[in-house]
């Protein structure tokens, strides 16, 4: 499914970044949340990962639902994983685009990557 990926802040992703390796922040921050009309199109259930790829690279994520959230866009909470698929152009204004990333998404049976492992893979 093609969607656009938007990131942002949360709460629990704003209370863990006091601690970024701490079990609080990397829950919130691996994963990504749809529509429940994506979810279900999806054939997702609870437990269940996500590959996203984008122009930038990929990243696995848990999926979750935001019902506030239109068909057709993906939302991931600011961290590591959104950051794998952000491009690195600033466009002049020194932040990368964490708005508006055309992704695709597709249900797998990867696992989500701990920091670690993220950090060592890279793009």
Same mark, same amino acid.
């Given at each position: 499914?093609?969607? !656009?990926?938007? =990131? $942002?802040?949360?709460?629990?992703? $704003?209370? $863990? ?6 079990? /609080?922040?990397?829950? #919130? ?5 749809? =529509? #429940? ?6 054939? /997702? =259930?609870? +437990?269940?990962? *996500? ?6 690279? =990929? ?8 019902? +506030?959230?239109?068909?057709?866009? !993906? &939302?991931? @909470?600011? +961290? @590591? ?12 204004? %020194?932040?990368? %685009? &964490?708005? $508006?990333?055309? !992704? #695709?998404?597709? @249900?797998?049976? #990867? ?6 492992? *993220?950090?060592?893979? +890279?793009?």
């Amino acid at each position: 499914m093609k969607a !656009v990926m938007i =990131s $942002g802040r949360t709460l629990a992703q $704003g209370a $863990g970044c006091e601690d970024k390796m701490s079990p /609080l922040y990397i829950n #919130e921050v691996s994963c990504c949340y749809l =529509s #429940e009309e994506d979810y279900r199109a999806l054939g /997702l =259930s609870d +437990g269940m990962n *996500l590959l996203l790829t984008s122009p930038h690279g =990929s990243a696995v994520l848990r999926a979750g639902v935001d019902r +506030g959230l239109p068909q057709g866009m !993906v &939302f991931i @909470p600011m +961290g @590591p994983w959104a950051n794998m698929l952000t491009g690195t152009d600033t466009k002049g204004c %020194g932040m990368p %685009g &964490f708005k $508006g990333v055309e !992704v #695709e998404v597709t @249900p797998t049976d #990867e696992k989500v990557l701990d920091i670690r492992e *993220l950090m060592l893979r +890279g793009r």
